[in-house]
């Protein structure tokens, strides 16, 4: 069964870290681009990173360039975002995508699978 299962939500003050794991199951990651999204009350789902297989190459939203960090362990078959300086605006439930490509993406449209999602809650 073709799963992948998001970890390491949870409520942190501004300013803290976190750091979410993307793990998956009944499939490799070797062949799929791997997206981060989230999705706050009331919103739509925004595109937050993604990594590509082909050279490893991130891309990021310019609200978290800088802050975030997605990076992958291919023996793991885990992805993983870690999140710094964090704040309220960042809270959100958290969700990874694969996507069957090289190349990852940041339309929704294009993720083949998906995760449950991780709530991320930024409050003093």
């Known amino acids: 069964q073709v799963q992948l299962v998001e970890s390491g939500g949870g409520l942190v003050q501004p300013g803290g870290s976190l750091r979410l794991s993307c793990a998956a199951s009944?499939?490799?990651?070797?062949?799929?681009?791997i997206g981060w999204f989230r999705q706050a009350p009331g919103k739509e789902r925004d595109w937050v990173s993604c990594?590509?297989?082909?050279?490893?190459?991130?891309l990021y939203a310019d609200s978290v360039k800088g802050r975030f960090t997605i990076s992958r362990d291919n023996a793991k078959n885990t992805v993983y975002l870690q999140m710094n300086s964090l704040k309220p605006e960042d809270t959100a439930v958290y969700y990874c995508?694969?996507?069957?490509?090289?190349?990852?993406?940041?339309?929704?449209?294009?993720?083949?699978?998906w995760g449950q999602g991780t709530q991320v809650t930024v409050s003093s």
């Open positions: 009944g499939f490799t990651l070797d062949y799929y681009g």
């Open positions: 995508a694969a996507r069957y490509s090289y190349y990852c993406s940041g339309y929704v449209s294009e993720y083949d699978y």
């Open positions: 990594i590509s297989i082909s050279d490893g190459s991130t």
